[in-house]
Nanobody
Framework: QLQASGGGLVQAGGSLRLSCAASAASGRTFSNYVMSWFRQVPGKEREFVATISRSGSSRSYTDSAKGRFTISRDNAKNTVYLQMSSLKPEDTAVYYC?????????????????WGQGTQVTVSS
């Protein structure tokens, strides 16, 4: 089970840090999963934002997030983070964390079977 938090209302140019904690009660080993963040606005497809490898040594971002967002993870805490800076109104969305049990970094939402409940990020202009 994944629990996302940290969303909120922020002015353009501001920052937020999202967290996604995996429940140890699930019996799954967090470090065995590639972790990613996606986002979705009403009426649109859920889109990839960032992904991080199981060890944290590799990362990938969608073009709009490069240079502004940083994904990281703490396997000892079963948590993945998304540090977002220089936020823009177009970043407004519900942000979801997701887990993939493979090895490769994948950006397709169809490759993820475990999802958090989402946290709302609203950026005002």
């Amino acid at each position: 089970q994944l629990q996302a938090s940290g969303g909120g209302l922020v002015q353009a140019g501001g920052s937020l840090r999202l967290s996604c904690a995996a429940s140890a009660a699930s019996g799954r080993t967090f470090s065995n999963y590639v972790m990613s963040w996606f986002r979705q606005v009403p009426g649109k497809e859920r889109e990839f934002v960032a992904t991080i490898s199981r060890s944290g040594s590799s990362r990938s971002y969608t073009d709009s997030a490069k240079g502004r967002f940083t994904i990281s993870r703490d396997n000892a805490k079963n948590t993945v983070y998304l540090q977002m800076s220089s936020l823009k109104p177009e970043d407004t969305a519900v942000y979801y964390c997701a887990a993939n049990g493979g090895v490769l970094l994948v950006t397709s939402k169809d490759s993820y079977f475990y999802w958090g409940q989402g946290t709302q990020v609203t950026v005002s202009s």
